[in-house]
């Protein structure tokens, strides 16, 4: 267990830690005790040594202080390694969802040479059901390396021990969604500007990131806010049912995906079709600009939509007429029922800014 100088004969744990004569022998030489953990030591476990056991007395922690060790959870991230820890409570964010449930924490980062760093707010998203380990893989390439300002941040892949669920840590938006300031009121200026954001997200999603991404599952709910003062949305759940492109402009779907009142008329249909899973139907970048107009359409209405149209089989929202005459045109153009005659997102960048 502990080591002497290079070139110098090891101190061996077993043989020689209770022998005080070999240790006295070895200080007299000049030799060090330098403790070197175990690699097969739990990393929790490595944390708490590595403080104990500083060279300087100084720099070690006191019992008092060792207790704040006691009800933390380790998270272990999926390319190997220790970096986050939790030591609060957690604070659920948001209902939960399909896949998994959202919580604020407060997380700490520990780097390589186990000296923690000062504490974050961030969310921690919780999966209820195993991945599958290519799904695990091809969000663990994916998703840290999106980056544009309305696009939830990934920070982390991993899982937390003991549980081992596999968990994703983002960064934190504490301004509530879209839906809940719909409720509340939104101006014609906001509604349209917020538009703009959401049309610069999805631009981001289908054209800038690599590979590309299609949602899949737009809705108020998942669009947040940064903060309490609501100037910036960030489109979240990319994670759950988004798809990455290996077509130019189309997908296979291999599960029902979406939400009723926000999918699209091939989503929808997609949900009807036996053939989903065997490769047999496709859903493209048009089945987000859909979901586009009917969160406008959300935004429009004070966040409850309006009822469907009962001549068409699938659910069509009848389009208010008493709403703003700009949005009105932006929700009819990207809720047409064929998906080519949708906008492309390119065609739709800054589409209210001159307005």
Known sequence: MYLAREGKEKLHFNEDLYDYSAIQQHVREGLPLILQIPKDMPDELKVVAGHCLQVNKSDRPTAAALLKYADREYFKCADGGIQYYLRTSKVQLAESGGFGVVHRVNAYWVGADLVEQRPRNLALKTFFKPLAQDEIDRITRTLPELDHRNIVKYIAVGRFEPDRRFTLIMECCSGGTLTEAAITGLSVKQQKEYANQLISGIH??????????????????????????????????????????????????????????????????????????????????ATDIWSLGAVVLEMSCAGVMPPNNEAR??????????????????????????????????????YFAEQ
């Open 204 to 285: 981001y999603l289908h054209v800038g990131a690599v590979p590309h991404i299609v949602h899949k599952d737009l809705k108020g709910k998942n669009v947040v806010f940064e903060d309490e003062n609501k100037t910036t949305l960030k489109i979240c759940d990319v994670d759950s049912c988004s798809t990455r492109l290996r077509e130019a402009s189309q997908t296979f779907i291999s599960r029902p995906v979406g939400t009723r009142g926000f999918a699209s008329p091939e989503m929808q249909k997609c949900w009807m079709n036996p053939l989903v899973g065997r490769g047999q139907y496709l859903v493209g970048r």
């Open 313 to 350: 089989d699938v659910d069509v929202p009848v389009i208010p007429e008493d709403i703003s005459a700009e949005l009105r045109d932006f929700v009819i153009k990207c809720m047409m029922m064929k998906p080519e005659e949708r906008p492309q997102i390119t065609t739709l960048l800054n």
